[in-house]
Nanobody, 118 residues
């Protein structure tokens, strides 16, 4: 079993910055793809950014403003969010794919609220 703990959400003014963190713990051997998704009220959950190996991909709406990174030694994925806009307001969820010797885990964090408002 794999547990994810997120942190870093909060209230920020437009143009501000936040950094989200997500740390995995549990019985896994390795971590593969790590990503961040978000869900605003009334909307479907959408992919924000993903990192796999040395490759990253971003939603068009956040390109140039958000940066995803990972620290493999800490089993942690980060999302640096700059130039935040009100439309970035949502609950942000991390997603990590990890493997043990016998199975693959697709794990989700509990979600952290990001609110961009003046």
């Amino acid at each position: 079993q794999v547990q994810l703990v997120e942190s870093g959400g909060g209230l920020v003014q437009p143009g501000g910055s936040l950094r989200l963190s997500c740390t995995a713990s549990g019985n896994f051997f390795s971590i593969g793809t790590m990503g961040w998704h978000r869900q605003a009220p009334g909307n479907q959950r959408e992919l924000v950014a993903v990192i796999s190996g040395g490759s990253t991909n971003y939603a068009d709406s956040v390109k140039g403003r958000f940066t995803i990174s990972r620290d493999n030694a800490k089993n942690t994925v980060y999302l640096q969010m700059n130039s935040l806009k009100p439309e970035d307001t949502a609950v942000y969820y991390c997603n990590i794919v990890s493997t043990s010797l016998t199975r693959v885990y697709n794990s989700w964090g509990q979600g952290t609220q990001v609110t961009v408002s003046s």
